[in-house]
């Protein structure tokens, strides 16, 4: 039965989600407000888009929650698996299931380390950047440190 439910369901989300399937609504829509003045706009006139429109409403809820039930739980099990064979932390499996303080707590520590992570690379992009400018100017040149020669090297030739 779950099985046959999932292939209507998901048969279902596609074709109406379609293009055609729109344009096939627009043209009932149009079609009943055309009929108005035949029927005098009576109230069974109206009373048929209004029925008409709230039984598909409230089947298409359901169809539509239970499609968006089974991609939420696919994507998280893929997540899950990436998690599980990455080097990511183990803590982020199954969160989806924690309450909201819970998560907002998870939230901050991401937060927090990914400000870490920013300042992190500022200092080193400025670091970067004082090279190029010591590099630049003349004047701030620094000595170079001398090395001892490598056992059995040919001695180092002198710029002159």
């Known amino acids: 039965m779950d099985k046959l439910f999932a292939k209507f369901a998901n048969a279902t989300a596609r074709i109406t989600g379609s293009p055609p399937a729109f344009i096939v609504c627009v043209a009932l829509v149009v079609a009943w407000a055309a009929s108005g003045p035949i029927f005098k706009f009576s109230e069974t006139w109206q009373l048929v888009i209004n029925t008409g429109t709230t039984i598909i409403t409230f089947l298409m809820v359901f169809l539509i929650q239970n499609t968006q039930n089974r991609d939420g739980a696919a994507v998280q099990t893929k997540l899950d698996e990436l998690i599980l064979t990455s080097a990511a932390e183990n803590d982020f499996m199954g ?19 990914a400000q870490i992570a920013r300042d992190r690379l500022d200092k080193i992009e400025a670091e970067r950047e004082a090279r190029k400018g010591a590099k630049a100017s003349p004047k701030a040149k620094r000595a170079r440190a001398k090395r001892p020669p490598a056992k059995n090297a040919p001695p180092r030739r002198v710029r002159a």
Request: include cysteine; charge should be negative; charged fraction near 35%.
């Open 95 to 113: 969160i989806e299931k924690l309450t909201e303080k819970e998560l907002a707590a998870m939230h901050a520590r991401c937060t927090e380390h």
